[in-house]
């Protein structure tokens, strides 16, 4: 497949890791930030809260600003990350 940028491509190949991640879910494009990589406990925070995951829907990547729907449309299955997306 064809990235639309090398940074994209790496952030996808390390979604699910604590980071910068980038997956489709659902037809959405998803930029997630993780303290934590997936499946981790995290230590406990005592009385701080902190955000361990963050999704962002976007429609252009943050990097190279190419709009992503047109770009990956006939890429949307292999992109699809099911299960790191948090549902709120």
Not at 48 to 54: A, Y
Request: overall charge negative; charged content about 25%; some cysteine.
């Amino acid at each position: 497949m064809e990235w639309c940028c090398t940074r994209i491509r790496n952030a996808f190949l390390e979604a699910g890791e604590r980071g910068i991640g980038f997956f489709v879910d659902s037809s959405t494009f998803i930029l997630q930030f993780r303290a934590v990589a997936a499946g981790v406990v995290p230590p406990d925070p005592g009385e701080s809260l902190i955000t361990l995951v963050e999704d962002s829907v976007i429609h252009y990547c943050p990097w190279c600003g190419t709009r992503l729907d047109r770009f990956y449309r006939k890429h949307l299955e292999s992109l699809e990350k099911p299960g790191l997306r948090i549902e709120i």
